[in-house]
């Protein structure tokens, strides 16, 4: 019997994995919820939020699922492997006390600290006052990081004192993100990169190399995002860096946990820097990246559900093999984002992409509505809207193709990042 596997979220993330485990040849079923007009052309998908934690078990229960793979962190966050565990359903996913490393930067802080994992030096601050008197005395910029999940916004670093003491007075006298604590830590520089691993307590095995492209426009300027583009492999990072990755700072982490007694279980995502003094900590997620995931899991040439269900069970991990191909994916964005947008923009041109070869359309936010010619039409639902991945020999070529196909999807909405990938190319 093949078997029945629930994907938990709706954006571009989740679409990635979905694709992988319908070209798993254990799986015969795939549920999402609540997915999203790309989604459904893969998978049946459940009108369920990502965060109804009771009515994703009972959806679980009823139809006898046999995996759940969990995207995004506010469902980790809320509790969701501990409910399905404890009512004997499988999850791929870290305890609620474990996402606690990606939910709380003072506890990963923390953790780095005990056990020596190289990161950015850095004092936490509830009391305002005791804050700007930190900051008076630091070398500027400087980076003040909001205890708590913020959507990515909840990071800032400004140029000034002055500029400092308005941001520390938005996050600890007006609570403008919440009632929490500020992480001050000192400005590292290098090239960002992301190396997600699947994690079973001590157990540790890297994904392919990734990087994402946080700020809104070309030439990194403009507001973080919640990523624009990435790509895969990363010529830049090489063996030693990677090895020192892996030994120095995943190894590690993952040890940590178990030692803390929050043993992690899942994709532990490393949010890395090449500074000059090697390889440090930026800041750690515990579940994928998006879009990194979208770059990433095409690359996967093994069977992900039994990935998936080795660090499940915690039995033995199958060989992960990882495609020579290349891939660069360009996010399209509604008009607006990160600020305010507007939704219901139709999107044309995604019909002709389906048959191309060297491209994938991951929908992020995108929703599917009946027009009055009684035809579906897809429309954007979201900030992030389509991850648009080119394939190819190489990095040059993966990018040829991933602009060509972004010029052939039309919607008066839209905006993206020509230039992913600039590094390298
Ligand atoms: P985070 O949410 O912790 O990943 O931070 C968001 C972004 O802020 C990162 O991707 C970096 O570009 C930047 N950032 C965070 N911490 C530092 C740091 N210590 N030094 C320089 N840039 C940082
Ligand atoms: N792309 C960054 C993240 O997933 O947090």
């Known amino acids: 019997m093949g078997k029945k596997v629930l994907v938990v979220g709706g954006g571009g993330r989740c679409h990635a994995i979905v694709d992988a485990l319908s070209r798993s040849p254990q799986v015969s079923k795939i ?17 369920l939020k990502d965060t109804q934690v009771e009515e994703l078990k009972k959806f679980a229960l009823d139809n006898s699922i046999d995996l759940t793979v969990v995207g995004p962190e506010a469902s980790l966050a809320l509790g969701i492997v501990d409910e399905f565990e404890a009512a004997g359903l499988r999850i791929f996913g870290p305890s609620k006390s474990a996402a606690t490393i990606e939910s709380s930067k003072d506890f990963a802080k923390r953790l780095m600290a005990k056990y020596g994992i190289p990161t950015a030096a850095y004092e936490t601050f509830e009391d305002y006052a005791a804050a700007v008197e930190y900051v008076r005395g630091h070398s500027f910029p400087v980076v003040l ?48 990169f992301s190396l997600m691993c699947f994690v079973d307590g001590t157990r540790v095995w890297p994904m392919a190399l990734s990087q994402d492209h946080k700020r809104a426009y070309e030439g990194d300027k403009g507001p973080n995002t919640g990523g624009m583009g990435a790509y895969s492999p990363l010529p830049f990072i090489t063996d030693e ?8 700072i995943m190894k590690p982490a993952a040890a940590g946990m178990v030692a803390e007694g929050c043993p992690f279980k899942g994709v532990l995502y490393g949010g890395l820097m090449k500074t000059p003094d090697g390889v440090k900590v930026i800041e750690f997620n515990c579940r994928f990246g998006d879009p990194e995931t979208e770059v990433v899991l095409p690359r996967l040439e ?8 080795a660090v499940a069970d915690g039995t033995e991990m199958p060989e992960i093999k990882w495609s020579e191909k290349a891939t660069i994916g360009f ?33 992020m936010g995108t929703a599917s509505v009946h027009s009055s010619e009684g ?51």
């Open 375 to 425: 035809q579906d039409k897809v429309v954007t639902s979201g900030g992030r809207v389509l991850m648009v991945v080119g394939f190819g020999a190489d990095l040059h070529d993966a990018h040829a193709n991933a602009l060509a196909a972004v010029e052939q999807i039309h919607c008066d909405n839209l905006f993206y990042r020509r230039d992913i990938g600039w590094r390298v190319l």
């Open 302 to 309: 093994s069977d992900i559900y039994a990935i998936f269900s």
């Open 145 to 192: 990081k909001y205890d708590g999940l913020a959507a990515g916004k909840g990071v800032v670093i400004p140029e000034t004192f002055e500029e400092a003491e308005s941001v520390l007075k938005d996050m600890l006298l007006d609570d403008k993100f919440g009632k929490g604590k500020v992480v001050i830590e000192d400005f590292l520089t290098g090239p960002e």
């Open 241 to 248: 860096d990677l090895s020192y990755s892996i030994e120095k």
């Open 331 to 363: 996010v399209m964005a509604s008009k607006g984002y990160p600020g305010h947008y507007d939704k219901g923009f139709e999107i044309t041109g995604l019909d002709a992409l389906e048959s191309c070869e060297n491209v994938r359309v991951y929908h």
């Open 31 to 47: 549920y999402c919820a609540p997915g999203n007009a790309g989604i459904a052309a893969q998978a049946e998908c459940v009108p």
